[in-house]
């Protein structure tokens, strides 16, 4: 591959939340983050964007109180068989 | 084919390893616990009916979804709320990051930082709640479970590019309602003129 280019900062921010999401690959992927080594203002929204998505992440579980743990145990047992 | 004890041992295994991302996502879904419970209750049963339709046991955790997304979808068509496919185009291009960051304070103090921080989980329960359901389906998918854009738009049923546009749109929409949130409870940085945000509305 080719070294990667310079991207103006509007496309940076085009593809940051593909790129955020494992969505960008191959020479889009190398040049954004060449872009975010060079630019400050690009890196800074890069990592609250990124901050932010950890934080949506860390809302994907919850402890399931025993009344619907038990509630689903019941319902799987009396299916039939 | 009827099922047997194994069936069921295994159905019972993968759904309470599960639970916790079910219920995790229903409650964002639903937006009340009991509605939440009743979904993921509703879910279980359509995929004891639909296990045959499972060809790889390996991928339960991404049909189990799809099942729970097509319950809500159902609910919501059901109630005749038709999700609102077209905000305003203002809303495409909203970002917090632009409205939080000061340059200037480049050296005296990080306000998107502070921003990140002083966000409690309550306050991103009750701006993911507030989308409208084809986006907050779309962003609850991505965002807190996880899912590829193609995964995605293979549990809804829909193009990868109505995905990625439901996506945009739900994430503005989303950073939308923490600015106000940010704004109401005094977190938004004051600007020379008095306002909060030089951006904002």
């Known amino acids: 591959m080719s070294e990667p280019v310079t991207m103006k900062c509007e496309e940076a921010l085009r593809l940051l939340a593909e790129y955020l999401d494992g969505e960008l690959h191959g020479r889009a992927e190398a040049d954004l983050e060449h872009h975010l080594e060079i630019c400050r203002g690009c890196f800074s929204r890069a990592e609250f964007e990124r901050r932010l998505k950890a934080r949506l992440g860390s809302l994907s579980e919850v402890d399931p109180p025993p009344a619907i743990a038990e509630r689903i145990r019941s319902l799987i047992e009396s299916f039939p068989v | ?201």
């Open chain 2, 1 to 201: 084919m009827d099922p047997t004890p194994d069936d069921r041992a295994w159905f019972e295994r993968e759904v309470l390893a599960l639970l916790p991302a079910l219920l995790a996502t229903a409650r964002r879904l639903a937006r009340n616990g009991g509605d939440a419970e009743d979904l993921v209750a509703d879910a279980v049963a359509r995929a004891w009916v639909a296990r045959g339709s499972l060809a790889d046991r390996g991928r339960f955790r991404g049909w189990m979804f799809r099942i729970l997304s097509n319950c809500f979808l159902g609910q919501c068509r059901s109630r005749a709320r038709r999700p609102a496919e077209e905000p305003l185009e203002e809303e495409e291009g909203f970002s917090l990051f632009e409205r939080l960051h000061q340059p200037f304070l480049l050296w005296w103090g990080n306000p998107e930082q502070e921003f990140l921080e002083r966000l409690l989980r309550e306050d991103l329960e009750r701006a993911v709640d507030a989308l409208p359901p084809a986006y907050r389906i779309a962003v609850v998918l991505v965002d807190v479970q996880g899912f590829s854009y193609q995964e995605v738009a293979g549990l809804l049923g829909v193009p990868v590019g109505t995905v990625r546009s439901r996506l945009a749109r739900g994430r503005a929409l989303l950073q939308r309602a923490l600015w106000e949130h940010a704004r109401d409870a005094g977190w938004a940085p004051v600007h020379p003129s008095g306002s909060a945000g030089a951006r904002a509305p």
